[in-house]
């Protein structure tokens, strides 16, 4: 498993040190002021802690234990979940609204992906939901679609 991980992780490293050196050949501007290559530079350099991060636990780590899932739910009926849920999230956006559908998604998602106690995934869909939408609205100045209730 640990050769697998080695593997893997440098191959997402090369990777991202690929796209870093493209990013800072389109240009990344400043924070102020960011240009094509600035997300681009961002995300790469993720990638590249995150692979770098693996990449060392795999002589520093212990060698996982290798456990069953819990979930009683086979893998490719999770995803076909996932895919159809965020289909239904395209379609109702526009009528529902932001707020309402990005709960809902997130709901249904904790729901299904996550072991949370019932009670707790509409409060976390709340935060999630609010805290987004306030980040996108107020921080970055993006409009969404009013909805049913008209926010």
Known sequence: ???????????WLFFSIYILIESLHIG???LQKP??????????????????????????GKEPVESV??????LWKRVSAILLSLI???????????????FLLIAFLLACLREMKW????????L???LSYYIFTKGLGVQFPHGLFGF
């Open 69 to 74: 899932p819990s979930f009683s739910i086979p």
């Open 88 to 102: 239904l999230y395209v379609m109702i956006f526009q009528k529902a609204g932001y707020l309402i559908a990005t």
């Open 28 to 30: 990344i501007g400043r």
């Open 35 to 60: 240009h094509a290559g600035f997300m681009a530079f961002g995300g790469s350099l993720l990638l590249g802690i995150f692979s770098l991060t693996l990449f060392l636990q795999t002589f520093f």
């Open 1 to 11: 498993m640990k050769n697998l991980d080695r593997i893997s992780s440098l191959f």
């Open 128 to 130: 999630i939901s609010f």
């Open 119 to 126: 009670r707790w995934i509409p409060v976390t869909s709340f």
